[in-house]
C-alpha cells in the first residue's frame, strides 16, 4: 500500500468531476451551473433551480410549466404507504422516517428502478420530488396525531407542501405568502452544494449502481448527523440553552474556547468556506425580515446576533476562520414559521433533494465513473498465529 495517500475526511481529495456547482470557499461564492447564488436567491422559483441543476440550463417559461405538470402529477403517495407511517413510534424524529419512506419507494415503482434507463431515471426524478414534500409533511401529522391530508395539485409546490404540514381537513387553509417566499427560497439556497457529505453518500451509493431511490435515502441519512443538515436544530437547541441559563453569550463563548465537554458554535464553520458562508448572509438578511414582522419578536434572534458579534471579533475564531454557516439562522425563520425543531432537517433535506438528483444523473452519465472504493492505511496487528480458545 505504498502509493496510497491517507486523506482523513477527504480534505483533498476529489472524488469526481462535476459541471454542477461552484464553490470558492476563500472568496465566500457559490454559484450553480455557473449562476451565482445571491443572482437566483429571491428570483427563481425551487422547481426552477431543480431544474437547472438536473437539466443544465433554465428553463423556458414552457420548459418550467411542462416540468411542474409532470412534478404535480405525482405528488400523491400509493395509498399502501399511508399505513406506513403507522408503524413508527409517535415520538420518531422524522428523518429516520424520511429515509425510510424514500428507501420504500424502490418497493413501490420495483419496474422503474433500471439506473441506466433515461427515461426511468427521470421519471424516478419527477417522483421523488413530488412525493418526499408529502412524505415529510406525513411524518410530521403523525408526529402529532392529525389527519393526512392528500395534497391539492392547484397549489404551488411549497404551498402544497405547507397545506399538507399545517392544514386540517375541516378548515379551508391559508397560505402566507410571506412564508411561502421565504421557504421556497430558502429551498434555493440549499438545493445543493457539491461534494458535502450526504451528496458524496448518493454518489457512493450510486456508484454500485444502485437505484435513484436507495442512494437518495442514504444521502437523508448522511444529513441527519449534527454536523450536517443537523446542526439546524442544534443551533436552535443551542439558542434555548443559552436564553435558558440568563443569555449570557460571553460565558457560552467561553466554554466553547475552553472546549469544555467538547461544546461547539453549532452553524459556524465549515470545510470549505474559509469566509463568510453567501447562503447564511442571504439567511440573514431572511431571518430579520420574517421575525420582524412578528408581534412578539423571538429573543433567541438576538443571541443569536449578539453571539455572531462576538465570535467575529474572537481572536479564536478569527485565527480559525470560523463564519456563520447556512444552518446558523435558517432555524429561527422555520420556528417563526411555526415548524418545530424536529423538522428542521427535514426542510434541509427538501431543498437538497434536487442537487442530490442531478449529482446522482451525473455520476451515472459519467463514462469515468467506477465503484467508489477507498483504500486505507492498516495500523493493526502484523500476522500472528491463532490460539484456540481453552488456550486464551
Ligand atoms: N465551534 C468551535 N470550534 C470550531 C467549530 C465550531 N463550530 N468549527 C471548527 N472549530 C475549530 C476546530 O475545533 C478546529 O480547531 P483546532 O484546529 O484548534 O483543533 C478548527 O476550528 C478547524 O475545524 P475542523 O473541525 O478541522 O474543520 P472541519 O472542516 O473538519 O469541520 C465542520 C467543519 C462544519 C464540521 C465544523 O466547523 C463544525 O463542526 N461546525 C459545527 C457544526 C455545523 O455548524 N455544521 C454545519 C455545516 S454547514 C452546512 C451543512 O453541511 O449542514
Not at 409532470?70 to 395509498?79: F, I, Q
Not at 441559563?245 to 460571553?250: E, F, R, Y
Not at 433567541?300 to 447556512?326: C, G, H, Q, T
Not at 432555524?331 to 442537487?355: C, E, H, N, W
Request: negative net charge; proline residues 6%; charged residues 20%.
Amino acid at each position: 500500500t505504498d502509493h496510497v495517500t491517507l486523506d482523513v475526511g477527504f480534505v483533498n481529495t476529489a472524488s469526481c468531476k462535476s459541471e454542477i456547482t461552484f464553490i470558492d470557499g476563500d472568496a465566500g461564492i457559490l454559484r450553480y451551473r455557473g449562476y451565482p447564488i445571491d443572482q437566483l436567491a429571491g428570483k427563481v422559483s425551487f422547481l426552477e433551480v431543480s431544474y437547472l441543476l438536473i437539466y443544465g440550463e433554465l428553463p423556458t417559461q414552457q420548459q418550467l410549466d411542462h416540468f411542474s405538470d409532470r412534478v404535480r402529477n405525482h405528488t400523491l403517495l400509493h395509498e399502501e404507504m399511508r399505513r406506513f407511517f403507522d408503524g413508527f413510534p409517535r415520538d420518531a424524529h422524522p428523518m429516520p422516517v424520511l429515509s425510510s419512506a424514500v428507501s420504500a419507494l424502490s418497493t413501490f415503482y420495483q419496474d422503474n428502478l433500471n439506473p441506466f434507463d433515461k427515461e426511468q431515471v427521470d421519471l424516478s426524478t419527477v417522483r421523488l420530488l413530488a412525493k418526499v414534500p408529502t412524505i415529510a409533511s406525513y411524518a410530521y401529522k403523525k408526529s402529532i396525531g392529525q389527519p393526512l391530508l392528500y395534497p391539492d395539485n392547484s397549489l404551488g409546490y411549497v404551498e402544497n407542501f405547507l397545506r399538507m404540514t399545517f392544514g386540517v381537513p375541516t378548515t379551508p387553509y391559508e397560505v402566507d405568502p410571506v412564508v411561502a417566499r421565504v421557504l421556497d427560497m430558502l429551498f434555493v439556497l440549499h438545493a445543493d452544494h457539491e461534494q458535502n457529505c450526504s451528496t458524496s453518500t448518493v454518489r457512493l451509493v450510486g456508484s454500485s449502481q444502485a437505484n435513484l431511490f436507495a442512494s437518495v435515502s442514504a444521502g437523508v441519512n448522511a444529513l441527519f448527523g449534527p454536523l450536517h443538515g443537523g446542526a439546524n436544530q442544534s443551533v436552535l437547541e443551542m439558542l434555548e440553552a443559552i436564553h435558558a441559563s440568563g443569555d449570557d453569550v460571553d460565558a457560552f463563548v467561553r466554554k466553547v474556547k475552553n472546549r469544555e465537554s467538547g461544546i461547539k458554535l453549532m452553524g459556524f464553520g465549515h470545510r470549505v468556506y474559509k469566509n463568510y458562508d453567501p447562503r447564511a448572509a442571504i439567511v440573514k438578511k431572511a431571518a430579520q425580515e420574517v421575525l420582524g414582522r412578528m408581534a412578539n419578536p423571538d429573543p433567541l434572534l438576538d443571541i443569536a446576533m449578539r453571539l455572531e458579534e462576538v465570535a467575529l471579533s474572537d481572536e479564536y475564531f478569527v485565527s480559525r476562520k470560523l463564519y456563520p454557516n447556512v444552518d446558523f439562522y435558517t432555524g429561527l425563520i422555520y420556528k417563526a414559521m411555526g415548524f418545530p425543531t424536529k423538522m428542521f432537517t427535514v426542510l434541509f433535506a427538501l431543498g437538497r433533494l434536487p442537487g442530490w438528483i442531478a449529482q446522482w444523473r451525473e455520476m451515472i452519465e459519467d463514462p469515468d465513473t467506477k465503484i467508489g472504493r477507498p483504500r486505507q492505511v492498516y495500523v493493526g496487528q502484523p500476522e500472528r498465529s491463532f490460539v484456540p480458545i481453552e488456550q486464551r
